[in-house]
């Protein structure tokens, strides 16, 4: 299953660069907190699967609602005139270089490991 994710994602990913797709640039600041709330939950998967306690479906609902929490702050913070994304950004950012840390030191371990059997 974790494999039909990655796929799915690289398509999606594939897809976005091969197609010309434009959103209204009011839009930006709400996409680009969504993309980063959901960049965060594939890379907590990937952490999740390398060290076997990955669930789908913790996965997709933190996909979707870290991606809807991330949007809805920065709705707001538009509403109120207060740059509340900025929460989302240091929130998510900060986990995706914790995971990206961990992912990095799991993977140094395992070739370490493998080198000295």
């Known amino acids: 299953m974790f494999v039909a994710i ?10 976005g660069l091969l197609l010309d797709v434009a959103y209204p640039v009011a839009l930006s600041f709400y996409i680009t907190v969504g993309l980063l709330a959901a960049l965060d939950s594939v890379v ?3 952490r999740a699967h390398m060290e076997g306690k990955y669930n789908t479906l913790i996965f997709v609902t933190g996909f979707i609602f870290n991606a809807a929490l991330a949007a809805l702050l920065a709705w707001l913070g538009d509403k109120l005139g207060v740059p509340l994304y900025y ?28 080198k000295s059997e």
């Not at 990655?6 to 897809?15: K, M, N």
């Open 87 to 114: 929460a989302a950004i240091i929130v998510f950012g900060g986990r995706l270089f914790n995971n990206f840390a961990a992912i990095r030191r799991m993977a140094i371990e395992k070739h370490i490991n493998k």
């Open 44 to 46: 907590g998967a990937l």
């Open 6 to 15: 990655v796929a799915g994602l690289a398509g999606g990913i594939v897809l």
